[in-house]
């Protein structure tokens, strides 16, 4: 029997080289190393009181230990596994599939948008017993988290990681015959300096008492870029 709910992280472990890679050319190899382990931090932390199973998603040459032994003072998953695939699109999709096999919905998110609250990811879950998929727009026009009842590949067929992407998400879903929803709040993916900065005010915005606070991440970057 299929339990109930999960939530996939997907994500590499941090290692100089393949952590934020766009990032790293800007701050540093092991400054994106550091920015990659508080988010995950970060979302340990936050998702530690949870209703909900935790997978971890890795990639290639990536363990169980690796995660276990990083975040042991931080919370803790359910389980972990290497999805298939040799492109991001299409390990996502393999993430899906693995996920959904064992639970009736999941909740797909990536270590780059450590604010996701568990109160966004359970108001997700609530919209998937009316929509076959739902999801949140991000600041750079991405389209994460989201979430799905069935494994749909909406990811393999799509050509950009821009403004564009959200026109070509909105055609496949409708060739699909898809009922979707989008979330209400626009969430920042982190990628560019620019958006490091644009997190850290933010947050400071957001107050340490807003259930979406990251202060492993906030204070990192308010030491790493001298804010």
């Not at 996502?92 to 639970?103: D, K, M, P």
């Not at 017993?129 to 979430?147: A, K, R, S, Y």
């Not at 490091?196 to 008492?209: A, P």
Request: glycine share 4%.
């Amino acid at each position: 029997m299929k339990k109930e709910r999960t939530v996939i992280l997907f994500t590499r472990f941090p290692r100089e080289r393949r952590s934020k890679t766009r990032l790293s050319q800007e701050i540093g190899g092991s400054n994106a190393v550091k920015l990659h382990c508080a988010f995950l931090a970060d979302i340990f932390l936050r998702f530690q009181e949870r209703d909900f199973d935790l997978l971890v998603a890795g990639a290639t040459g990536d363990t169980e230990e690796d995660f276990t032994d990083l975040l042991k003072d931080h919370g803790t998953f359910d389980w972990f596994f290497l999805p298939s695939g040799t492109t991001t699109d299409e390990q996502i999709f393999s993430s899906y599939q693995i996920a959904l096999l064992n639970y009736e919905k999941a909740v797909l998110t990536a270590s780059d948008i450590p604010q996701l609250s568990v109160k966004h990811i359970r108001k997700m879950f609530a919209d998937l017993d009316h929509f076959d998929i739902v999801f949140h727009m991000n600041h750079d026009g991405g389209t994460c988290p989201q979430g799905m009842r069935k494994a749909y590949d909406l990811f393999t067929p799509m050509t950009a990681r821009s403004i564009s992407h959200c026109s070509e998400w909105r055609y496949y879903l409708e060739q699909l015959h898809l009922k979707y929803k989008v979330e209400r709040e626009i969430l920042i993916d982190i990628d560019t300096i620019d958006d490091l900065v644009m997190f850290h005010h933010w947050q400071n915005l957001l107050g340490e008492d807003s259930d979406m606070f990251c202060p492993i991440t906030t204070e990192l970057i308010k030491k790493m870029l001298a804010l």
